[in-house]
Every structure is written in C-alpha cells, then in structure tokens.
C-alpha cells in the first residue's frame, strides 16, 4: 500500500529564514506527491505536484518541492518564510491501485514568528 | 472559475439521526472524492465518483454511502449517527479519474454529533 510519513509534528522558523517541511514516501512504482497547505477553518489548498520531470517543483505562494528518488523524499522548500505561511501542511501519493484516492501523512504545523 | 462548494457549512445533528452534505465540483470537473478529517485519523478517504459511478470506496462502514448526479453535483450521506462520526468532511474535484490530475477541495463541512 502507498503511504507518506511527515516525521515533523511541528516546525518553528523565523520570518525571512529558510523553511523545510519534510515528507517521504513509500510506493510500488513511480510516485506521484502533491502537497497542500490548510489554514484553520479552511479545506485544503493545492500547492505543487510532482509528476515526472524535473526533480524541482515550483508551485503556489513561492513554495518548491524537491524530489528524491534514492531518498524516497520529497520535501517542501521555501526560501524566506512569512508569518502568513503558518499552517498546517500536508504531503500526499497517490494511490494508483485505487484511482483517484490521496493518502495523507499525518501533517506538519508551521509557525513562522516574526 | 469557482471553486468547489459545500453545503452546509456547519451541521449540528445528535446520535441516531441521518445527514446528507452536498458538494459542487468545479465546472467542468467530473470526478468528486470526499475526505473525513479527524484529529486522532487525519484525512481518510471516503469514496470517489466519475461519471455518476462510484469508483472507489474507503473502509468506511455502509452507513456512509454517496452518489453523483448528472451535473457533476455529489452528495454523501451518513445514517444512524455515532460520535464518531463527528468531523470535518472534505470534498474534492478533478477533471478526470487519472493519476497525474490535481484534486481541488472545497472548504468543508463541520459536522458535530451530539
């Protein structure tokens, strides 16, 4: 079965610092990872994919992810965080076998203190 | 172009009774998953629609069904309500049922059972 583990229950960063919000995966066959962002209150946001392709991934809001084959990893990057980037996090595969189906880690909060 | 909708926003209902929560996919988006969103489960999959069929079910008991109407427009019903069943529920559109497709979901509905 395919799973996604986010090791990170929270990540404190500093505005204007670098931020990482870790995820690996486990699949059969290629992976295909997305991550969304949920702000309180809210459903999910899509931020970027990962296909096929380049192993950087730029999406939404400045966000990019890098996928790592050998790593099985496929970790959300930002290069100066914001405090408006608090939220909650999550990594998602798809599971093939089962259609359209997402499976999700368990999510990763971010709090950016200015 | 809208996003997906969910109605009602907030539902209060007690154990026993039945409720039926509706989403709106994105015009033109033939393919509606719905999520639960728990503290203790995270994000579960629940079922997936296509073209009025459903493709995919959850392990999720039979007192959670759903169905999709011509338009696209999809509802999920949960009978006999438990505590449990107290969550977020989460729908989501795609044009297609493919691997590589973004699923969009809308803002939810809170359902607190009594």
């Known amino acids: 079965a395919q799973s996604v583990a986010q090791p990170e229950d929270q990540v404190n960063v500093a505005e204007g610092n670098p931020l990482t919000v870790k995820c690996t995966y486990s699949v059969s066959g290629n992976p295909y990872l997305f991550w969304y962002v949920q702000y309180p209150n809210r459903g999910l946001q899509f931020l970027l994919k990962?296909?096929?392709?380049?192993?950087l991934v730029k999406g939404s809001y400045g966000f990019e992810a890098e996928f790592n084959k050998s790593q099985t990893s496929f970790h959300l990057k930002k290069p100066s965080a914001l405090v408006s980037d608090s939220a909650l996090y999550f990594c998602?595969?798809?599971?093939?076998?089962?259609?359209?189906?997402?499976?999700f880690g368990a999510g990763t909060i971010l709090r950016v203190k200015s | 172009k809208a996003g997906v909708t969910q109605t009602p926003r907030y539902l209060i209902k007690t154990r026993g009774q039945q409720v039926t929560l509706s989403c709106s996919p994105i015009s033109g988006h033939r393919s509606v998953s719905w999520y639960q969103q728990t503290p203790g489960q995270g994000l579960q999959f629940l079922f997936e629609?296509?073209?009025?069929?459903?493709?995919n079910k959850g392990n999720f008991p039979g007192r959670f069904s759903g169905r999709q109407f011509s338009n696209s427009r999809s509802e999920m019903n949960v009978s006999t309500l438990e505590l449990g069943d107290s969550a977020l529920y989460l729908c989501?559109?795609?044009?297609?049922?493919?691997?590589?497709?973004?699923?969009?979901f809308g803002p939810g509905t809170r359902l607190l059972v009594l």
């Open positions: 629609y296509f073209s009025e069929t459903q493709r």
């Open positions: 989501a559109s795609s044009r297609y049922q493919s691997a590589g497709e973004t699923q969009y």
């Open positions: 990962y296909i096929t392709g380049d192993n």
């Open positions: 998602a595969v798809r599971d093939r076998e089962y259609g359209n189906k997402l499976v």
